[in-house]
């Protein structure tokens, strides 16, 4: 039985089964419960309102409208403390920059390895923010944000 407190999580994701993959991963662990899951931004936002979750995590291309950054801001506005974590296919510096701009503490890609989100959320639960680029994955390029990031 897990005690209180672990952080309470909303997945927002297109993907069905990314959803539920992460669900079952993230609720196999002591730090985090997912306490719901949805596919859209609109009932994202309502869930968030309804749950008070502690963090979101969520795709950054969402369909039926407002994409994960835009929904970023929009719960940043609402909800100034609640953690908002970006899981995303695009390894792309633009949509990160985005995702650091609208206030995400981190940004994924779907490709990592599980550990490497449990890091990321550990760190962004810890006021730590973590934009890694694979493309940026090499000893010569220098920070991103405030990282080391070198340029070949």
């Given at each position: 039985?897990?005690?209180?407190?672990?952080?309470?999580?909303?997945?927002?994701?297109?993907?069905?089964?990314?959803?539920?993959?992460?669900?079952?991963?993230?609720?196999?662990?002591?730090?985090?419960?997912?306490?719901?899951?949805?596919?859209?931004?609109?009932?994202?936002?309502e869930l968030v309102r309804e749950l008070r979750p502690d963090g979101v995590i969520m795709d950054v291309c969402l369909h039926y409208g407002t994409d994960g950054?835009?929904?970023?801001?929009?719960?940043?506005?609402?909800?100034?403390?609640?953690?908002?974590?970006?899981?995303?296919?695009?390894?792309?510096?633009?949509?990160?920059?985005?995702?650091?701009?609208?206030?995400a503490m981190g940004y994924v890609i779907k490709s990592a390895p599980f550990e490497t989100l449990q890091v990321a959320l550990c760190d962004a639960f810890n006021g730590k923010r973590s934009f890694k680029c694979a493309m940026y994955d090499n000893p010569t390029l220098s920070t991103y944000h405030g990282r080391r990031r070198r340029f070949s």
């Open positions: 039985m897990h005690g209180d407190n672990r952080k309470r999580l909303i997945l927002i994701d297109d993907h069905t089964l990314v959803r539920q993959g992460l669900e079952r991963l993230l609720n196999g662990g002591d730090k985090f419960v997912v306490c719901e899951e949805t596919g859209d931004a609109a009932s994202g936002l950054i835009d929904l970023t801001i929009k719960l940043l506005e609402e909800f100034p403390a609640i953690m908002v974590l970006i899981l995303s296919v695009h390894d792309d510096p633009r949509y990160m920059r985005r995702a650091w701009q609208a206030g």
